[in-house]
């Protein structure tokens, strides 16, 4: 599935230096800009992005069927048939960066391969923030604000996603009951690597913490987990030769050292965790359950500098570009994506932005599970587990696999005993830096 994949993708920064526009949308060329109309008179809103998504295509007839005045045009850079490579992203990143800092661009961008922040520091996207505020027609009372919250840069709201996928850590809720209490309002990763010694402690040799991860994968999860305290995304950034990032090193490998967490191939009976991003309630009704008879789902570890809550990531981010002629049609669409309609038509496709939505999938997994469709042992606490991690999602994980690939070819030599977490951290923010700046 192509959203799946997107999330592995690698997010090329851009290099272009010209400033373009002011945030509010306040730009003279914008402003100059006649709106387009096709042969019936409709003003034409134009959307771009990388490839088709059927649910926007599904999106454009409902909304058009609302708004009859706007002909919502989606523009793809691949067709349903062409292959989504790396090369093909890369002349995507090159192509949407150009018409970008020209003014030529679409009116709404999908932004999920392109360097959202930088484009928000030239001024090139739209701050959505008092149009969100001002809308009569979005219930905000029933909106997961966490999750837009989470989405913000230097406090403004520049993209919007049409749902989100949960982050957790799935525990063996027998093993843990047995051996040690969690403490999920204040699961950090102290606290990880305390229940995973005790767990260690009390089981037979072949058991883990946590499998399936060398050393470096183990740090990429931590880091992409709680990338604020590692990047200031805002300022562009890193800060990898710090205290908690060279005691983070040092950690993980004693765990490695002492057989706490191991490299090998996970199975259900010899590991008390897993992680997973959850993209329907049927991930825990049909594989959690698959993997432990008694899974507990709790959230994904943060330090103790950071807010309580769990990750989360996006399958798309639309946002309106700064030079638009036509920005007030453009939010139409952000806002008619927030509606309990569009919201009811992204099935299985992630959570909903929407308490309501969410409520609703929850309610129908547990009559599939009554009337025996879904052959599970669901009990009201695994629902309001996952109910409080959807309710909790605040952090959004970033998935800059450049970024990612850097920390894991430096880290190797830290945990292979080549060179010390010192020298490594200081290798990481150099090139780090550089990257950032680029």
């Known amino acids: 599935m192509k959203k799946k994949i997107m999330m592995g993708m690698m997010c090329i920064l851009i290099a272009a230096t010209t400033a373009c526009g002011s945030g509010d949308g306040s730009n003279k060329d914008a402003a100059s800009k006649a709106k387009r109309q096709n042969k019936d008179g409709k003003t034409i809103v134009t959307l771009s992005s990388l490839y088709v998504y059927p649910y926007f295509e599904a999106l454009e007839k409902k909304f058009e069927q609302k708004y009859p005045d706007i002909d919502l045009q989606i523009q793809a850079y691949l067709g349903i048939e ?12 090159k192509q949407m960066n150009s018409t970008m800092l020209t003014g030529e661009g679409a009116d709404i961008i999908e932004m999920s391969y392109l360097p959202v922040e930088k484009y928000v520091s030239k001024k090139m996207l739209v701050n959505m923030n008092d149009r969100l505020e001002a809308d009569q027609t979005i219930n905000k009372s029933d909106l997961n604000m966490n999750v837009l919250n989470g989405m913000k840069i230097n406090g403004g709201l520049y993209s919007v996603p049409s749902s989100f996928f949960v982050g957790t850590f799935v525990g063996n809720g027998d093993a843990l009951a047995k051996t040690v209490k969690v403490d999920e309002k204040n699961w950090t990763w102290t606290q990880f690597e305390e229940v995973a010694r005790k767990f260690k402690a009390s089981s037979r040799k072949d058991q883990f913490a946590l499998t399936s991860y060398a050393p470096e994968r183990f740090l990429q999860i931590l880091v992409k987990n709680n990338l604020t305290d590692f990047i ?57 359950f698959n993997f432990y008879a008694n899974p507990k789902l709790l959230p994904t570890p943060h330090t103790k500098e950071d807010v309580p809550g769990t990750t989360f990531l996006i399958p798309n981010q639309l946002g309106i570009s700064a030079n638009s002629p036509v920005k007030d049609e453009a939010w139409k669409f952000i806002a008619f994506l927030m509606s309990k309609e569009a919201q009811s038509m992204n099935d299985g496709e992630g959570f909903s932005l929407l308490a309501s939505v969410n409520e609703q999938m929850l309610q129908d997994i547990k009559k599939r599970v009554k009337d025996g469709e879904i052959t599970t042992k669901m009990t009201d606490r695994h629902y309001d587990e996952l109910k409080q991690l959807i309710q909790s999602a605040s952090s959004l994980a970033q998935a800059d696999d450049k970024l990612l690939s850097m920390i894991e070819e430096e880290s190797k030599s830290y945990f292979s005993g080549q060179k010390s977490a010192e020298e490594v951290a200081k290798l990481i923010q150099n090139r780090t830096t550089t990257y950032l700046n680029e």
């Open 82 to 93: 062409e292959k989504m490579t790396e090369t093909a992203i890369e002349k995507y990143l």
């Open 232 to 288: 200031d995304a805002d300022n562009r950034q890193a800060k990898f030769d710090t205290p908690l990032f060279i005691q983070s090193l040092k950690q993980i490998q004693k765990m490695y050292d002492e057989k706490i967490l191991s490299a090998s191939a996970g199975k259900p009976n010899n590991q008390l965790f897993y992680h997973t991003y959850l993209y329907s309630p049927l991930d825990v009704a049909q594989v959690a």
